[in-house]
């Protein structure tokens, strides 16, 4: 069980920023609306967040940190779509096996949870001790690799580490702008993002607000963002037979930002979201830059998030989740393109 633990602990815990991204995404997973980082050492010493969402319950605590246990695959289906962010059962269980863990956790508002500690690979079942905490979790990463030399030996600087850190907490800060962030490191603290609401009815559920698109980026963008709104429905396929006026699991659009550029030194962020996931697409960033120098710009900034049908998706192309198979990506691209031209003829002569 060592070895196997181990293994599977490589392929998730490639270094603490690694470790930030799966309790962040697990936090998201489990509906949390406000969500604290804290960092000591570059994550070297030790990562902890805390949220707000549902909790777990005293008796999947031990489930939780179990590698393969997920409450998350509901079925097969869902492993072809992106319907929750983690889908794999090991991230807990990974990290555990590679640093001391401590898991605390509370599903109801009695103010009272349970705590557990782990510390590298399983050997009894951890026991659950009552402790004081409002609803939702806290899992605290200390020592990471304390067990794994070499590891440890690849790790680079505070600097270093700190900073993939800082660049996940402002990914997923774009992804959800309606969620709050906070994010200290050494007990300074690094970034504070509040909640966006973005919940009026006619707009798009999806729209990211352009405060939150600066605040997560650190830049100004004010003067030069432009807002891309593209209706895809045309090319979802309505379902055979009678009409049905409830129908509306068929949503197909894009929204977001880009900001062109005529500096030559190409650092603006290119994020694309598909339906709250984080992915590179090769395709969408070439075409996007080749309209953007057809426009006179050098370079072109982006945030778009596209939210299709999961049946367009398929996720299972890489282990790491960030690369994703779209199926109709040339239809989505020639009417993404034409609405990116429109907006770069206005402002770019
Ligand atoms: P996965 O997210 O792929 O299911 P993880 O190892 O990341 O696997 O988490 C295992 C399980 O622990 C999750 O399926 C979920 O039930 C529970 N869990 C983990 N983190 C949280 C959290 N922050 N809030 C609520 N439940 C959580
Ligand atoms: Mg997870």
């Not at 050997?123 to 690799?145: C, W």
């Not at 993939?164 to 907490?169: A, D, K, L, P, Y």
Request: avoid cysteine; charged fraction near 20%; glycine fraction near 6%.
């Amino acid at each position: 069980p060592l070895l196997i633990n181990q293994l599977a602990a490589g392929e998730v815990v490639t270094r603490p920023a690694a470790v930030v991204k799966e309790l962040l995404e697990n936090a998201i997973d489990a509906g949390a609306y406000h969500i604290e980082v804290h960092i000591t050492q570059g994550g070297m010493g030790m990562i902890e967040v805390m949220d707000d969402g549902v909790g777990i319950h005293p008796d999947d605590m031990v489930m939780a940190i179990t590698r393969h246990a997920t409450s998350k695959v509901a079925d097969v289906a869902n492993l072809h779509g992106i319907t929750t962010l983690g889908f794999r059962g090991e991230a807990l269980a990974a990290t555990a096996a590679v640093s001391r863990m401590t898991l605390t956790s509370s599903h109801d508002d009695s103010g009272i949870g349970r705590q557990l500690q782990v510390a590298g690979v399983l050997e009894d079942i951890p026991k659950l001790i009552p402790i004081v905490h409002k609803r939702g979790t806290t899992v605290t990463v200390k020592d990471i690799y304390f067990n794994v030399p070499a590891r440890r030996g690849n790790l680079k600087s505070i600097a270093t580490e700190f900073g993939h850190i800082e660049t996940i907490v402002r990914e997923v800060a774009l992804a959800r702008a309606d969620v709050a962030l906070t994010l200290f490191h050494d007990n300074k603290k690094r970034l504070s993002l509040s909640a966006k609401s973005i919940n009026s009815s006619n707009e798009n559920p999806n729209r990211l607000p352009l405060s939150r698109l600066e605040q997560a980026t650190g830049a100004l963008l004010t003067p030069n963002a432009l807002e891309v709104v593209v209706d895809l429905s045309s090319l979802v396929q309505q379902p055979m037979g009678p009409i049905d006026n409830n129908y509306s699991g068929q949503q197909a659009s894009i929204s977001g930002w880009l900001w062109p550029s005529t500096d030559s030194q190409d650092t603006l962020p290119k994020l694309l979201y598909v339906n709250g996931r984080l992915v590179k697409e090769p395709i969408v960033n070439n075409q996007l830059r080749q309209l953007a120098h057809k426009a006179g710009a050098i370079s072109v900034g982006y945030a778009l998030y596209f939210d299709l049908p999961i049946q367009w998706l398929n996720v299972n192309v890489h282990p790491s989740k960030q690369r994703i198979k779209i199926s109709p990506l040339n239809n989505i691209m020639a009417h993404l393109s034409h609405a990116v031209r429109l907006k770069l003829k206005t402002v770019i002569t």
